[in-house]
């Protein structure tokens, strides 16, 4: 059973950091592709960034140069490393992760997506 658990979220003032973790369990990383999505208050849930099994990595225009996805393979862990953050980038952020058969242009879609973590809480002040 495929489990994704995120942590490292908190509340920063407008231009600071933030580095979260998702710790995955009951896949292998050669057999998935990854991504973090976020949800605002009455917004939709969007893809931010996301990363397949070579390393080849998808950002939303909106974070592109701000931030970064990583995973380290023998943790089965993966990362988003924000910097310059803004008071837009308010969100709940989700781990996912699914089956690596798709185009990586397509990875910032939730459709290719089949497991979900449960989210963690990140708070921009201005």
């Known amino acids: 059973q495929v489990q994704l658990v995120e942590s490292g979220g908190g509340s920063v003032q407008s231009g600071g950091s933030l580095r979260l973790s998702c710790a995955g369990s009951?896949?292998?990383?050669?057999?998935?592709?990854m991504g973090w999505f976020r949800q605002g208050p009455g917004k939709e849930r969007e893809g931010v960034a996301a990363?397949?099994?070579?390393?080849?990595?998808l950002y939303a225009d909106s974070v592109k140069g701000r931030f970064t996805i990583s995973q380290d393979n023998a943790k089965n862990t993966l990362y988003l490393e924000m910097k310059s953050l803004k008071p837009e980038d308010t969100a709940v952020y989700y781990c996912?992760?699914?089956?690596?058969?798709?185009?990586?242009?397509?990875?910032?879609?939730?459709?290719?997506?089949?497991?979900w973590g449960q989210g963690t809480q990140v708070t921009v002040s201005s």
């Open positions: 990363i397949d099994p070579d390393g080849f990595t």
């Open positions: 996912a992760a699914g089956p690596s058969l798709y185009d990586p242009r397509l990875l910032l879609l939730r459709g290719v997506y089949k497991y």
């Open positions: 009951g896949y292998t990383s050669a057999s998935v592709h």
